[in-house]
């Protein structure tokens, strides 16, 4: 109910129940409209979490000559799951080379978010004969009902298995679900060896290879990648057989192998640390994919992002690595290696700009995390307000205290908290407590502090978590600067 509520909420204030139709003119004005991208710019700025600043890093100086500037997500872009293409989108590269000019920054692309373990079986790989002629790909039946039974409804050539049939169907003469294809031919491969052949998909599916079942997926499931080993001779001709079935709901389905992927990942950290080197500074945009079918078993980086993090912090640059990503990394393995981690989220079309801002000091973080960053995955599931019952929080080789805790955020200032006062002591069951303190400004620049109030009810006659958030408050101090903060 809450979350409908909040769906027709902002039906409600946009006026879509009273008219649901929009003036054309005033929507292409208002489209990407300068005061739009300020303001994606800003929020932007404001939800980033410094998580580290060793020796003050950070701010960066405008006055640099040479930036190291690395990473794939440095020129994606990338805006996350179901979010779009975006607006005039602003890559961090683009923000950074506008911060400090284009000369300065030395661009390494680094290495890809996920290692290049398979890849889609290409066509010159594939054949089979149609009236006496070769073909590349191989040929597909397509049958109305999901038992391969009966004459196909469609055939034809596929020149590769790759699929993503979610809105329509294979063939206007197929329905969207409830349907089977059965794939044949022959494969040869450019070279000798053992390597890995497979599917990466969902639904039901069977894989012969030389008339040999290799895998037996004959049930409906949800995506995922299946390899196996097979020995390959180059150029020999292997009989292909796939089979595949769709009861209903979206297909996500490719013919996948490991021969022909070539992963210079090595050469790609080597051109990172070259870059480093020739630089007064790195800075390392690493992040992970969100999306369907990306839930992660293991938290840390995938890829291979933390060898190249590390490799760039060992040349002795100050190393600064941005995160792009909306949920929880493990980063024990590299974090004390490198001078500060700054985290964007997923920092939106003008985030290059609101990165930019916050990397040189124009906008001082105060973001603050609105969730726990575990040290290791066997700590989850990991959160603050999880009620006293039940084992404790240790460990016998680790601590039950997680890397970077709820709420947590700095600053490139510093905060004294003092006067810390209760209104009334005790209170009755229906009266209302007032709690206050005074917050300081002790440092030199102007900064954001985000005030949180947590209780912990210790004679409830009910179990209550051992730890609640009440309220926060953002405030803005110039240096010197102190306010009072009152919550009821």
Known sequence: DDAVRRILRAKFELGLFEDPFVDSNKAAYWNGHKSHRELARKAAAKSMVLLQNNDQVLPLSRSLKKLALIGYDAKAGRLGGYSGPGNHVVSIFEGISQAIGAENVVYSEGVPLQAATYETIASNYLSTTENGKERKGLKGDYFDNIKLEGAPRVSRIDEKVQFGWTLFSPHPDLAYDWYSVRWSGQLRAPKSGKFKIGIEGNDGYRLYLDGKLLIDNWKKQSHRVI??????????????????FEPEGNVKFALVWDVTVED???????????????SEVAIVIAGIHEGEFQDRALLGLPGHQEALIKAVAATGKPTVVVLVGGSAITMSSWMNEVDGILLAWYPGENGGNALADVLFGQENPAGRLPLTFPVHEAQCPLYYNHKPT??????????????????????????????????????????????????????????????Q?????????????????????????????QKQITFE
Do not use: H, M
């Open 227 to 244: 390899l196996q080993d097979f020995v390959f001779e180059a150029g020999k001709a292997y009989d292909l057989k796939l089979e595949f």
């Open 453 to 481: 109030l947590y209780l912990r009810d210790e004679l409830a006659s009910v179990s209550r978590p051992v730890k609640e958030l009440k309220g926060f408050q953002r405030i803005s101090l110039e240096p010197g600067e």
């Open 390 to 451: 039940g084992r404790g929080d240790d460990y016998y080789n680790l601590t039950g205290q997680p890397l970077f805790p709820f709420g947590y955020g700095g600053s490139y200032t510093t905060f004294e908290y003092s006067g810390l006062a209760f209104g009334k002591n005790p209170i009755g069951r229906d009266e209302t407590v007032r709690i206050s303190c005074s917050v300081k400004n002790t440092g030199k620049v102007k900064g954001d502090e985000v005030v």
């Open 264 to 278: 210079n990942w090595q050469q790609k950290i080597a051109e990172a640390v070259d870059a480093a080197r020739a």
